[in-house]
């Protein structure tokens, strides 16, 4: 699969998370809460899903694969929103979330 890096989240209290994954165009993404606990004390690190995507462009499941675990609730609720365009067919691909704390 042809992979391209993701990123454009915005500079709010939101992760500065960068995403890599499949090459179907992801329409609507929702940037994971970085939990403010874990951002203050700067732990970050990675999470990777494994994702299915209906045909329609709907997240269907979500499936850890690895990375951090203190960090996999924010990862997991946040592409469970993410939107992709249609396709004739279910996908399944591995999407890569950075948290990167921010130095204060």
Not at 32 to 53: A, M, S
Not at 87 to 94: K, R
């Amino acid at each position: 699969m042809l992979f391209c890096l993701l990123t454009a989240f915005g500079a709010s209290s939101s992760a500065p998370a960068r995403a890599l994954e499949s090459a179907r165009k992801l329409i609507t993404r929702v940037a994971p809460k970085y939990p403010e606990y874990l951002q203050t004390h700067e732990i970050g690190g990675v999470v990777r899903l494994n994702v299915t995507v209906t045909p329609s462009g709907n997240v269907k499941s979500v499936t850890p694969v690895g990375g951090n675990p203190i960090l996999l609730d924010a990862a997991t609720d946040a592409v469970k929103q993410w939107k992709y365009a249609p396709s004739d067919s279910s996908d399944t691909f591995e999407v890569k979330l950075e948290f990167t704390p921010r130095k204060q």
